[in-house]
């Protein structure tokens, strides 16, 4: 459904790779290690925020620590609990949820009740504003990324602007200019182009 979630390492203004976590992880690792290694970020494409790694121990532990960990295993012997309301099975998690007494008057009147309704009007918000949340989503990430690494660049604050104005051209002006890593980095996630 979705793309695995990449991660992108700069040294300095440079960058190094693009990867899945435990590639970059190990990259990091080995970068680490080499004498007269410089300042090195990890940051999360999706959300363009940087991220700290445990590194210590050999390749296999620092792995082995970015793996979620496993549930314990539920006893054969045990008993199922009883079935709860809803359909725990299909991944229904309930939680409170707090409106108007119009618009629980207007969920009582829905087919289904109102988890159905509420359920239908969310599927159909996804449907219909998926494109415009996707590009909010690259733009705060782009965001996030170019406030990190060039916060303190010329032109910073207007390609901010630019950016949130989905004014691509302005933008591309304002940071012609910045670090070629940076600047393509930047373009790529805020407009999920192939370039760099």
């Known amino acids: 459904m979705s793309n695995p979630a990449n991660f992108t390492v700069f040294e300095n203004d440079h960058r190094v790779t ?33 991220i700290d790694l445990d590194l210590r121990g050999s390749d296999a532990e620092v792995v082995a620590r970015l793996r979620p960990a496993a549930s314990p295993p539920v006893p ?29 008057d207007w969920l009582s009147t829905q087919p289904g009740g109102a988890s159905v309704a509420l359920r239908k009007l969310v599927e159909e918000a996804r449907r219909r504003n998926g494109d415009h949340d996707r590009a909010r989503m690259a733009r705060d ?20 602007r630019a950016l949130f104005a ?31």
């Open 141 to 160: 990430a782009a965001y996030h990324f170019m406030s990190t690494m060039a916060g303190n660049r010329p032109g910073f604050e207007e390609a901010s």
């Open 18 to 50: 693009t990867g899945p976590l435990a590639e970059v992880a190990l990259a990091v690792k080995w970068m680490a290690d080499r004498p007269g290694a410089s300042s090195i970020l990890i940051f999360d494409d999706t959300t363009g925020r940087t």
């Open 166 to 196: 989905s004014d691509r051209h302005r933008f591309a002006e304002l940071i012609a200019s910045w670090p070629p890593d940076v600047r393509d980095h930047i373009v790529k996630l805020a407009f999920n182009d192939l370039a760099g």
């Open 76 to 104: 054969a012997a045990e008993p199922e609990p009883p079935r709860g309301r809803g359909r725990p099975k299909l991944g229904v998690v309930a939680r409170e949820v707090t409106l108007l007494p119009r618009h629980w």
